[in-house]
């Protein structure tokens, strides 16, 4: 249990991070696609029976599993690749994973437990952050499902998936950026600007939507290096009211954004938020350990307004 807590933290001090690596095909050579491990609970064979939810079983969602008693839902993630917004009726059944056992992920974020039903695991490899590509680079717009690219062993490419992205359109009921989630949140009277580092653009825009509900102004940065970047060329240190920092994104990490603000005179006044659906209590450890003024559930509107008008 120690040695997992010190490899945790190397990891994190160190700017690097660990993705578990799968397939959703069974062509050889199919892409591969990656999550961060950190939100990953544990990998299940299941041939138990699901229970179907109520209506037509051909969306994003397949019914429910029993775990150890507890009733989880469950994603078919090759379905959730063909699902679009714009046509959220479309049969995703062909799309469907067929395999005799049910492979599953069981995750933990931003406080709820999904089952993601997937082909094959390749195996976990662990990268410096400055090895994985922002997903901008490579033309993926705000409709992606992914966040961010980097490199398997024989070079090809590894997809990083948009999980808060998917969670969200495949239960609409837990999205906490909806208008009715925004009502009870009142503006802040504040000319300071708010920092915003968030690698995934469904995330980014669900953020900046609570900041213009409190009528604060903001930089959105895609990652911690060009949130970085800013504070130290271009920005008016004086000017930044908060920092508002995802935890795992490209280039930089959240913990390195904060330990670098925190180390150096000129910034470390300013309020650091980490904003995260990762948790877990050794996340909350390691950023209180770092100097964070704040730690949040993914773009939880209330938590968001009650600290900033503690700082600004």
């Known amino acids: ?23 959703l095909d069974e062509e050889s050579g199919s892409q591969l696609y990656a999550m961060n491990v950190f939100k990953i609970r ?30 989880i839902p469950l994603i078919d993630m090759r379905r959730w690749l063909y699902y679009s917004p714009s046509d959220p009726r479309r049969d995703l059944r062909p799309y469907s994973i067929e395999a005799e056992k049910s492979l599953v992920v069981i995750c933990n974020f931003s406080n709820y437990t999904v089952g993601l039903k997937i082909l094959g695991v390749k195996r976990i490899v662990q ?18 499902k992914v966040t961010a690219t980097t490199k398997y062993d024989d070079g090809s490419v590894i997809q990083i998936l948009d999980v808060e992205k998917m969670v969200a ?22 000319d300071k600007v708010i ?5 995934s653009q469904f995330a980014a825009k ?27 060329t271009d920005g008016d240190i004086h000017q930044v009211g908060a920092i508002i920092t995802d935890l795992e994104m490209p280039m930089v990490s959240g913990f390195e954004v904060l330990k670098r603000v925190k180390e150096n005179p000129e910034t470390k006044h300013i309020p650091v938020i980490v904003n995260s659906s990762m948790s877990s209590d050794s996340n909350k450890q390691m950023a209180n350990t770092l100097r964070a003024d704040g730690f949040i559930t993914k773009s939880n509107a209330t938590e968001i307004e009650e600290l900033l008008k503690k700082f600004l």
Not at 1 to 23: A, G, P, R, W, Y
Not at 195 to 199: C, P
Request: charged share 25%; hydrophobic share 40%; proline share 2%.
């Open 1 to 23: 249990m120690i040695s997992d807590v010190d490899k945790t933290t190397s990891l994190h001090l160190n700017n690097e991070v660990q993705f578990l690596c799968f397939t």
């Open 42 to 71: 544990e990998i299940i064979y299941y041939d138990g029976e699901f229970t179907e939810t109520a209506g037509e079983n051909d969306g994003i969602m397949l019914g429910f599993l029993t775990v150890r008693g507890e009733s």
């Open 127 to 144: 990268k410096n952050w400055s090895e994985v590509s922002v997903g901008s680079e490579y033309g993926f717009d705000g409709s992606s």
């Open 169 to 190: 359109e495949a239960f609409p009921m837990f999205d906490n950026f909806s208008g009715l989630e925004l009502q009870p949140i009142e503006a802040i009277d504040s």
């Open 195 to 199: 920092l915003l580092a968030e690698d």
């Open 206 to 232: 669900s953020l900046q939507k609570i900041i213009e509900k409190l009528g604060l102004k903001y930089f959105t940065f895609p990652n911690g290096k060009a949130l970085l970047d800013y504070l130290f």
